[in-house]
């Protein structure tokens, strides 16, 4: 159904191409999963499906690659349209109309469905993908996740034979992801639906994959096969492959369920090893040892430290729906806390009313002691700082060398500063680059590095690890843990578990505009089958985390 035929793409102005040589074949009917770290190319092979490399990006694409026969080189993205839907990294781009019924619609009245035909196929997207309480929402109110199922909805209903799907699950709460999947396993296993996929988020989707496609650097050659034959020479991978990888089984696990059948013996062993071990919580009479946090403790006198954020009965209205209602928050220096829950919950609205960005309707709002509606925005950013799901609100300069030295001025750094933290967050990044021409989790990353430049003594994340890999995500997690060790407070709103498990002091879940439960990382996320990592649902019900954890007790 796709064919790359030694595929080279380069774009205008790069030093050489982004892909080289790739050959490549996906069959009818099959979920094809792209995985690599950030930058090597997938989302340049997404984009030569579907006909926009190069019609839209520009460059030279060398090679041939066909969709049905169709060769893209010759077939613009709209003579593609009736066999390819695309989704990409950013559903903001994706967007033609102005409500989530209207945009289901849109694709099919491009094609000219008949009207019955169309509505039938409305009622069946927003049926499958949980939005029928939408259905006459305009989607400038909708929450980044709601956003990313109406992209992929809109994508759906004009019943394409070939999927591409660009970090489909990064905006998503880990049951809608799970949804999502479903939907995508039943449109290839019933109705034959060809899907090529990039996502970083392996945990979620490598085990629907019927094969992997495995991208190195330039240079490196592309790996191919089962998930289970990838997964061990892979250098990113999932959790549940690194408990695997660690407890030395063989064939290595690629779910919760796999995973639990080989893990008795390691759990035997983590019960007897370290000096925390019998002083745990009790299950059925016996000890269950409590597994040592990775991350320092916090200090012993944090409730001596002065609140960086404190919210007291918050509420906000928008229209006529409350998205916010008797919000209580606390966050001292030093303390890493994960806001979490569904889409739609209201997390990204509390970071703005910390801001100021959002009217607040009722309750008491203090970022260091002051009430950002009150305070001049100069004066604001000096306290705190927010990286927005939409890093493009952040930049502005037509390079990234251009922003970073902006970045460096506005914060009175050091000159190099905010270069500095690219390169340690996301190494090779051409600061000649136009920010447009990023991925989607390069542009996350630099706006990264400029929020951060400041260090301001409040950080502000919401989705810091939107389409980054293992390895960027564990640099993010040791600079943040500096800026915690020296004093910062770090409030993100994310549906990252695994980030959570691996960072967090905290976790505060909202659910419908309310904190549900606020409490110790291990304690909020061991007991919840949504907010579990997946070494928790494994080696349950001990309390045990990550992987690092684990390989730590086990040395």
């Not at 919000?327 to 806001?339: K, Q």
């Not at 889409?343 to 950002?372: E, F, I, Q, W, Y």
């Not at 927005?388 to 300069?397: H, I, K, S």
């Not at 309310?514 to 080696?539: M, N, R, Y």
Request: proline letters at 7%.
């Amino acid at each position: 159904m796709i064919r790359f035929e030694d595929v080279s793409v380069t774009y205008d102005g790069a030093a050489g191409p982004t892909v080289r040589g790739i050959g490549l074949e996906v069959p009818e009917g099959e979920l094809m999963l792209l995985a690599g770290p950030s930058g090597v190319g997938k989302s340049t092979l997404l984009g030569a499906v579907s006909g926009l490399v190069p019609h839209f990006t520009g460059g030279t694409l060398a090679g041939r690659v066909t969709v049905a026969g169709r060769d893209t080189r010759t077939h613009k993205p709209r003579e593609l349209a009736d066999v390819v839907g695309t989704v990409g990294q950013d559903p903001l781009a994706h967007f033609v109309t102005d409500t989530v019924e209207d945009e289901l619609a849109y694709g099919m009245e491009s094609l000219g469905l008949a009207p019955p035909v169309m509505r039938r196929r409305v009622e069946e997207t927003l049926d499958l993908l949980g939005l029928v309480e939408l259905r006459d929402r305009p989607i400038s109110t909708l929450s980044g996740g709601q956003m990313q199922r109406v992209a992929i909805g809109s994508v759906l209903t004009p019943h394409p034979r070939v999927l591409v799907l660009d970090e489909p699950t990064s905006a998503l709460d880990p049951a809608a992801a799970e949804e999502v999947l479903s939907v995508l396993q039943r449109l290839v296993h019933d109705l034959g639906t060809t899907v090529l996929m990039a996502e970083h988020r392996l945990e979620r989707v490598v085990q629907y994959a019927d094969q992997v496609a495995l991208l190195g650097g330039l240079g490196e050659p592309l790996v191919v096969g089962d998930p289970a034959s990838v997964m061990a020479v892979s250098p990113v991978f999932p959790p549940v492959v690194g408990l695997g990888r660690v407890a030395g089984w063989s064939p290595l696990p690629l779910t919760v369920r796999d995973a639990r059948r080989s893990a008795a013996g390691l759990r035997e062993r983590l019960a007897g090893s370290g000096s925390d071990a019998g002083r745990g919580s009790v299950v059925a009479g016996h000890a269950v040892p409590r597994a040592p946090r990775v991350r320092r403790s916090v200090r012993a006198d944090s409730d001596k430290v002065e609140a960086a954020v404190s919210v007291r009965k918050l509420g906000v209205r928008r229209g006529r729906a409350e998205v916010l209602r008797w919000v209580d928050l606390e966050v001292r220096g030093g303390e890493i806390v994960a806001l979490m829950g569904r889409n739609g919950a209201g997390k990204s609205t509390l970071l703005g009313a910390l801001v100021g960005m959002v009217k607040v309707g009722a309750g008491d709002v203090r970022v260091g002691g002051m009430d950002p509606r009150r305070v001049q925005p100069r004066e604001l950013i000096r306290t705190v700082g927010l990286v927005p799901q939409e890093p493009r609100d952040l930049l502005c300069a037509d390079t990234v060398g251009a922003e970073c030295v902006a970045a460096d001025q506005d914060a009175g750094a050091e000159p190099g500063t905010c270069r500095g933290l690219l390169t340690e967050l996301l190494p090779g990044i051409d600061d000649a680059t136009h920010p447009r021409d990023l991925s989607e989790g390069q542009r996350l990353t630099l706006a990264l590095a400029i929020v951060l430049t400041a260090a301001p003594p409040l950080l502000l994340l919401d989705e810091p690890t939107r389409g980054l890999d293992y390895a960027a995500k564990g640099r993010l997690v040791a600079i943040l843990r500096r800026l915690a060790d020296a004093g910062h407070a770090v409030l993100m709103a994310t549906h990252d578990v695994e980030l959570a498990a691996e960072l967090t002091d905290r976790v505060a879940i909202l659910a419908d505009g309310e904190i549900v439960a606020d409490g110790p990382t291990p304690e909020i996320v061991v007991s919840s089958p949504s907010f579990a990592p997946q070494v928790a649902k494994i080696l349950a019900p001990q309390e045990w985390l990550t992987v690092a954890q684990v390989e730590e007790a086990l040395a």
